[in-house]
């Protein structure tokens, strides 16, 4: 069965600091896995990875696959607070259609 | 990337009632799928809409429950028939090409079922 987990479930940090999100899947025909940020209702595209070792990045947000060890790092440096959001990751295989992850709840404090 | 438009943005129904939900694309896409989102849990997907013949719906769902329209590549809608409190959800639609595996997400319908 194909599975997607996130790590850590939660955080809470200081603004300033810096922070990693890990993601690891187990997916038959895996195509790319994608970074979502979600606030309210609808998730944000952050990022798309297909290959392994070439980090993506925009602003102080980066990320970066590896598919020998199937797993996923988001990187935000620099926090805000309105950073804050729910983090999700997520598998494409096969059909296009995508297996999320429980997501991670990041909350910054000022 | 295309801009995605969901109607109604939230609803509160009562049970036994039926629920449908709307997503219009700006532009013609390839794929389009819907996913439920439940109180504090993450996103499953309910069905592929498949342009002019029947959606692909993944287990748990069923077409009775779930019934899908799709007519163009702008189009879509979600039916949520005889509706119960554990079908309070938001639920989403997204679109994808399959030149690429980006998707990006509708803004939601928050579904509330009294």
């Known amino acids: 069965e194909d599975k997607v987990v996130q790590s850590p479930l939660s955080l809470v940090v200081h603004e300033g600091d810096t922070v990693t999100l890990n993601c690891s899947y187990e997916?038959?025909?895996?195509?790319?896995l994608l970074w979502y940020k979600q606030e309210k209702k609808a998730p944000t595209f952050l990022f798309m990875l297909t290959s392994s070792g070439i980090e993506k990045k925009s602003g102080r947000l980066s990320s970066i696959l590896d598919k020998k060890e199937l797993f996923s790092i988001l990187n935000i440096t620099a926090t805000q607070t309105g950073d804050s959001a729910v983090y999700l990751c997520?598998?494409?295989?096969?059909?296009?259609?995508?297996?999320f992850g429980k997501g991670t709840s990041l909350l910054v404090t000022p | 990337s295309a801009v995605i438009s969901q109607k109604p943005s939230r609803d509160i129904c009562q049970r036994g009632t039926s629920l449908t939900i709307q997503c219009q694309v700006d532009?013609?896409?390839?794929?389009m799928f819907w996913y439920r989102q439940q109180p504090g849990q993450s996103l499953t997907l309910i069905a592929t809409?498949?342009?002019?013949?029947?959606?692909?719906?993944e287990s748990g769902f069923v077409i009775d429950k779930f019934p899908i329209s799709r007519p163009n590549l702008t189009f879509s809608t979600l039916t949520v028939s005889n509706m119960s409190p554990e079908d309070s959800s938001i639920y989403l639609c997204?679109?994808?090409?399959?030149?690429?595996?980006?998707?990006?997400f509708g803004p939601g319908t928050r579904l509330t079922v009294t």
């Open positions: 997204s679109v994808s090409e399959v030149s690429n595996y980006e998707q990006y």
């Open positions: 532009s013609q896409v390839t794929m």
């Open positions: 809409a498949n342009q002019g013949s029947e959606a692909t719906y």
């Open positions: 997916v038959t025909n895996f195509r790319s």
């Open positions: 997520a598998v494409s295989h096969s059909g296009y259609a995508l297996n």
